[in-house]
């Protein structure tokens, strides 16, 4: 019992220390050979059960934040950066719900052309990255969310997006938001050459091609983009706020 108990505390202290959730394979080296990880973090999980820190699952990995409850106490203490624009937000959310998409169908489903710079800060953020190509001419780079992305959003999967329905009862969404449209236009995944996926070939194309885009327009980045926001894009009017 000594020895399980000291094997959790090798998990919290792990946990406590990284900027980043902690999977299996993060945890397992600093344990005794044959640990059962997902037995010992259960255990862990238990113990800040109603504290006001807790063990959550992100992105299939483990993760300790503040409760959510005590949100409004932790406020003041909140660094607050400068928000995405809308663009930056729009583009976000379709991939999110469209992955993997390119570049012509993000344009597509926005009805407008894509911001020169919008992926390119995406990428360097970290929310999003490349995945393999489509098999159309021209094979363009086609773009999927990251795990930072639902580590950032507090997302276990993909599945747990918010769907349309829950978005609009919210008073998120209105008919003329880009994400009503989404499932109209999501590409199905087998249009993707599994042979390309995440290559470094493509993060070197997608890298490139985004160079070029920023040569020719090197004043389309708008400055507000530069630091990300704490707020996912939801549609309607308020997406900016």
């Given at each position: ?110 009805g407008t052309p894509a911001s020169r710079g919008t992926l390119d800060i995406l990428l360097e ?43 609009r009862a919210a008073g998120l969404l209105d008919r003329t938001s880009p ?63």
């Open positions: 019992m000594v020895d399980l108990q000291s094997q959790v505390r090798v998990i919290e202290a792990l946990l406590f220390a990284s900027d980043r959730p902690l999977g299996a394979a993060d945890l397992a080296p600093h344990l005794p050979e044959g640990a059962d990880v997902a037995a010992l973090v259960g255990e862990l999980a238990r113990h800040y059960q109603g504290r006001g820190v807790n063990l959550v699952t992100v992105a299939g990995k483990w993760a300790l934040r503040t409760a959510p409850d005590l949100a409004r106490h932790l406020e003041s203490m909140r660094e607050v950066p400068r928000p995405l624009s809308r663009a930056a937000l729009e583009t976000l959310a379709i991939i999110a719900y469209n992955q993997p998409v390119t570049r012509a169908e993000i344009e597509e489903i926005r953020i970290g929310w999003i990255k490349p995945r393999g190509r489509r098999k159309v001419p021209g094979r363009p780079v086609t773009w999927v969310t990251s795990d930072d992305f639902l580590s950032h959003f507090g997302l276990e999967a993909l599945e747990d997006l918010p769907g349309v329905d829950e978005l994400v009503t449209v989404l499932s109209e236009h999501a590409p199905p995944d087998t249009d993707d050459d599994p042979a390309d996926d995440n290559s470094d070939g493509d993060d070197e194309a997608a890298a490139a091609e985004l160079a070029e885009s920023a040569a020719d327009d090197p004043g389309a980045v708008e400055p507000a983009e530069r630091s990300p926001g704490r707020k996912p894009y939801s549609g309607g009017g308020r997406a900016g706020e």
